[in-house]
């Protein structure tokens, strides 16, 4: 038998592999991942499904390959400790990524997310199509009367209106492509606000920051009919929170907070308010105090969000 193995240099090793294999060698000694010495070499998985996606059938017949990918990651994570780089081809976090508002069928005949039985994941980028924005978001938060195309566009408008101001933001993240829809006229649903509460705080600071915050929600708690409910009567958390920045407590301020009930029950949720103080940690990470972070969160998150739901009601 004449196998062929081959170290990565210049990012030529699976076309070097390939073309091994097209000129009579009987197959190929590698890891299922790239790991290996110098910088890694030609691994089996890549290999097996440059040739399922080339049509060989024959490979599908003797291997499992629906499951190479998963082998990839395990493998991988045995051999270094850590998860496999997010760009990594095949077994990556980012492999499945579908970018640009082309039809799949156009962008690739071999539909790599179908073989393994996974959804593809849709970029939220200025090149995203607004059914590629629609996608998103019902595969974030699910289904939703107001998950429609015109939505979906009016998000692709605001990315652009972000590059073009220079303010960066980022889209993919729950928090994130939730808030996007906020800030382009969608109205924050309640699966989001659980969705993103269920969302896990990896910094430590960030969350003695909560924490602290929580503290201060649970004294304004108190002054509430019903106490320990996790949410806080619209008066309550005026004077908690909105004060410095609404200079009375009116119906329009009234109207403003409907920005923040998103289960329209007449009340603010903690795991509602929880949205916009998440969104303000993972795009400004160097928040270093409580005060910082609420107003944060009201100027550059809530108070926009509370303008667009008075022009709503007008």
């Known amino acids: 038998r004449f196998l062929e193995h081959v170290h990565e ?10 073309g091994c294999l097209a000129y009579g060698a009987d197959g190929t000694w590698a890891s299922v991942c790239e790991e290996g010495a110098m910088v890694g070499h030609a691994s089996s998985s890549v290999t097996i499904m440059n040739l399922v996606r080339l049509g060989n059938k024959r490979v599908t017949k003797k291997y499992d390959c ?8 395990k493998v991988t994570r045995i051999t270094t400790g850590k998860e496999p780089h997010p760009k990594q081809v095949l077994y990556g976090a980012r492999a499945l990524d579908v970018v640009f508002g082309f039809p799949l069928d156009f962008v690739r005949e071999f539909d790599m997310a179908k073989f393994f039985g996974l959804e593809p994941v849709f970029r939220m980028n200025t090149l995203a199509s607004a059914e590629m924005i629609r996608h998103r978001l019902v595969n974030v938060f699910g289904k939703d009367e107001q998950f429609t195309l015109e939505i979906g566009q009016k998000m692709k408008d605001m990315m652009l209106t972000d ?55 649970n004294k304004w708690d108190k002054a509430d009919e019903v106490q320990g409910d996790d949410r806080l009567e619209f008066t309550s958390f005026y004077h908690g929170f909105m004060a410095p920045y609404f200079s009375s407590y009116q119906d329009d301020t009234k109207q403003a907070l409907g920005a923040l009930d998103m289960d329209n029950d007449g009340y603010v949720d903690w795991n509602e308010f929880l949205v916009y103080i998440k969104w303000a940690l993972n795009e400004y990470p160097g928040i270093g105090t409580v005060q910082e972070l609420v107003d944060t969160a009201f100027q550059k998150g809530l108070i926009p969000a509370m303008r667009d739901e008075k022009i709503k009601k007008l």
């Open 66 to 73: 629906v499951n190479l990918r998963e082998a990839a990651r």
């Open 163 to 217: 590059l073009r101001s220079g303010r960066k933001e980022e889209y993919m993240s729950p928090v994130g492509v939730a808030m996007l829809f906020d800030r382009s006229g969608g109205k924050m649903t309640e699966k989001m606000s659980e969705t993103i509460a269920a969302v896990k705080v990896k910094s430590a600071h960030h969350q003695e920051l909560i924490a602290e915050l929580r503290e201060i929600w």
């Open 9 to 18: 240099q210049w990012d030529l090793q699976t076309a070097a592999t390939l």
